[in-house]
């Protein structure tokens, strides 16, 4: 049993380190492109910067929850670790969407295309 949730535990360190990598990786690359752009006077560098850096941030975010309920679940599933997860999901959630709102403009549950499309009136 000991090997096992040392296994989970690998599982759960790899996960966020993952995010973690995925996060800096991410800024570094975007920062660079956007010098580059930048120094070009590209006319839409600050908004690509934007939505990969809150891409990336939302990818990272995935990879952190997905550790939390692997460690909690997998490892320790008392009801106070279950309702510090809850805690924890409720935030990393929030932020999740608060990037969608920064980057697309809309709430997540709203789809692109129903915000685009027109209002048809019904005839008889």
Do not use: C
């Not at 989970?8 to 570094?28: D, N, Q, T, Y």
């Amino acid at each position: 049993m000991e090997i096992y949730r040392k296994w989970i535990e690998f599982i759960a360190l790899g996960m966020e380190a993952l995010a973690v990598a995925v996060i800096v990786i991410a800024f570094l690359s975007a920062s660079v492109s956007f010098l580059v752009h930048f120094g070009q006077r590209a006319a839409n560098a600050y908004e690509s910067y934007k939505v990969f850096l809150g891409r990336s941030l939302l990818l990272g975010l995935e990879f952190l929850v997905a550790a939390d309920v692997i460690r909690t679940v997998a490892l320790e599933p008392t009801i106070q670790n279950i309702v510090i997860l809850g805690v924890l999901v409720f935030i990393r959630t929030f932020l999740s969407w608060s990037l969608v709102v920064e980057i697309e403009g809309r709430w997540p549950w709203r789809s692109a295309e129903g915000e685009k499309s027109v209002k048809r009136e019904v005839t008889p």
